[in-house]
């Protein structure tokens, strides 16, 4: 089995479709890669947000619930998605975000990066941090230059009550512990997006609740091939993998994790230019086929989004 590069995707909730839609695209310059329907509920949006084609390691996801009751960022959660940008990037981004309206807090050095924390419209917590290696990435045409453009994830941050045995997870993924900042413990994976892990160790801090803001799970890239072998590697680490789903643009395993928090395994195939074309992708509505007779209905449905007038 090779070792996990990185993360594949991040699923979080929201409220106000729309919003969303024009803060991750117009205000961070991301593209709109798949639009579709949360499976449990086609009442409501499944929006994929990434580079030029939601490659793995660049796509955030959301279920925005128009009017969504407002969740509680805490432990057993992923307190904090970060986006990678290259470090001459963070003062074009200080602007950016200032001239947006978003109330973005102070830059801040950490591991010897610097850090831009912001929140999105649902006061889902982000953060930006410049590398100054950063990969070139394949950002998509939109509002921000290549050169600034966010390249994918930099890294997720948990927030838990133990971090003991989620330790020894990452260490089982691969990952290494690079570093210690106060309750902050670092870990990084070999790949170039997505690689970091920051491990916050505060049994102090409130039990996070699910709602607006908050985020539902975090997945980690696998190759097809390894997937079964990942999935016997949790179950002898203790915990309960799900079967190996079809999501159709992935595969996809899920577990909780010891700290609380939902990890999900993906493969990097076969991505969302299966169904739509390159040029095209997110345009249209995307259903999965045993919804697809409904689609008159659903798409009634939906709310309007902003980009849709
Ligand atoms: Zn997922």
């Known amino acids: 089995m090779r070792d996990i590069p990185g993360i594949h995707h991040v699923t979080a909730i929201g409220s106000d479709p729309g919003e969303n839609l024009q803060f991750y695209t117009e205000t961070l310059g991301l593209r709109v890669v798949k639009r579709s329907v949360n499976q449990d509920d086609a009442s409501v949006y499944h929006l994929f947000y990434g580079d030029r084609s939601g490659s793995p390691g660049t796509s955030m996801t959301f279920f925005p619930y128009p009017g969504a009751r407002q969740g509680r960022v805490g432990t057993g959660q992923v307190s904090t998605t970060q986006f990678l940008i290259p470090a001459d990037a963070v003062d074009y981004w200080i602007d950016r975000l200032a001239e947006a309206g978003v109330d973005a807090d102070e830059p801040r050095e950490r591991f010897g990066e610097t850090v831009l924390p912001f929140e999105d419209p649902d006061g889902l917590p982000l953060e930006l941090v410049g590398v100054a290696e950063a990969p070139a990435g394949d950002p998509p045409d939109g509002p921000v230059p290549p050169e600034y453009a966010i390249r994918g994830f930099y890294g997720v941050t948990l927030a838990l009550g133990d971090t003991a045995a989620t330790e020894r997870l990452l260490e089982t993924m691969g990952y290494e ?82 700290g609380g928090v939902l990890f999900e395994y993906a493969t990097e195939g076969p991505g969302y230019t299966v169904d739509e ?12 086929e045993w919804l697809e007779g409904r689609r008159e209905e659903i798409e009634d449905g939906l709310p309007p989004l902003s980009t849709d007038s």
């Open 277 to 288: 074309d390159l040029e095209t992708l997110g345009e249209r509505l995307v259903l999965p």
């Open 177 to 258: 512990r690079t570093g210690t900042e106060g309750t902050r413990l670092r870990y990084e994976a070999d790949g170039d997006l997505g690689y970091v892990v920051e491990l916050l160790d505060g049994p102090d801090v409130a039990d996070g609740r699910p709602g607006a803001g908050t985020i539902h799970h975090v997945a980690f890239r696998v190759t097809s091939e390894d997937q079964a072998d990942w999935r016997e590697e949790l179950q002898r680490f203790g915990l309960r993998p799900t079967e190996i789903i079809d999501r159709k643009w992935f595969e996809s395993v899920y577990t909780r994790t010891p």
